[in-house]
């Protein structure tokens, strides 16, 4: 994959050309990195489809827990509907995420079981069926079910913020790669400062991410593992998720045999 007279006159000239040069350089970064974004942005799935697998969590001390989840997409003529359901009892939640192209994604989170509803056949009528606003900004920046992801991670939250840019190109883990830089405009103590990507030039997949604090420290580092060839397209079938501030890992693998 595949992933620029006289000596005094000259010298201001030069200095001038250089600021130029740099200042062009970074327009471009930042305009490559908003269209990436929205390319991003704009990438749906071609049609409803579930996939079943599990997250394996492993604490910062060791601990280790399984939990069942199910991950679906409902496409409708203007939009699509993500969603993640766990099936522990003692974990049970549900996160809808709506996706609308040149919008802003609303998500919808449930964590009682008895609250649990199917998904709706009109994505419109999602936030009168839920009864519920969607989470603010800050109440995306927490984990779902206990894991190592987080509410924004799972709707690609950071590829929506407004500031975006291209870092540069470069082979990553065999793939040809485009860094993105993507910075939160809502950051606070608890969530990411930014985010920056290894997209796959040719599949715009993302290779990897380091998420960081708001002291601009590693916090996680995100990667996928193991692509398989499922009804002669490929998906991913293991997601690793590292804090790297508290040591705990959560993998989520999907049955992907299964399909």
């Not at 350089?25 to 799935?45: H, M, T």
């Not at 939009?79 to 994604?105: C, I, K």
């Not at 499922?230 to 989520?252: A, F, K, P, W």
Request: proline share 5%; net charge positive; charged share 20%.
């Amino acid at each position: 994959m595949r992933l620029r007279f006289a000596p005094v006159a000259l010298g201001l000239l030069a200095a001038l050309g250089a600021a130029a040069a740099t200042t062009n350089e970074f327009s471009d970064a930042v305009i490559q990195g908003r269209n990436l974004a929205q390319q991003l942005c704009a990438v749906r799935p071609a049609e409803n489809s579930t996939n079943t697998g599990v997250l394996q969590i492993r604490d910062g001390k060791g601990k280790r827990s399984e939990i069942p989840v199910s991950c679906r997409a409902v496409v409708t003529a203007t939009n699509w509907l993500s969603v993640y359901e766990t099936g522990a009892t003692n974990r049970a939640v549900t996160l809808w995420v709506v996706h609308t192209a040149n919008q802003s994604n609303e998500y919808f989170y449930r964590t009682n079981a008895a609250d649990q509803v199917p998904v709706p056949g009109s994505i419109p009528a999602l936030g009168h069926l839920l009864r519920n606003p969607p989470l603010s900004d800050a109440e995306l920046m927490t984990p779902f079910a206990g894991s190592d992801f987080w509410v924004a991670d799972l709707g690609l939250e950071f590829f929506h913020w407004p500031q975006q840019k291209v870092l540069k190109k470069e082979v990553h883990r065999s793939c040809g790669c485009t860094v993105l830089e993507s910075v939160n405009p809502n950051q606070s103590t608890n969530g990411y400062s930014r985010v920056v990507s290894w997209i796959d030039t040719e599949s715009l997949g993302i290779v990897e991410a380091y998420a960081y604090d708001a002291k601009g420290n590693k916090l996680k580092n995100f990667y996928p593992k193991n692509l398989k060839k499922v009804n002669g397209q490929y998906q991913v079938e293991t997601m690793i998720l590292d804090n790297m501030q508290t040591g705990s890992r959560t993998r989520l693998e999907f049955d992907l045999d299964k399909k």
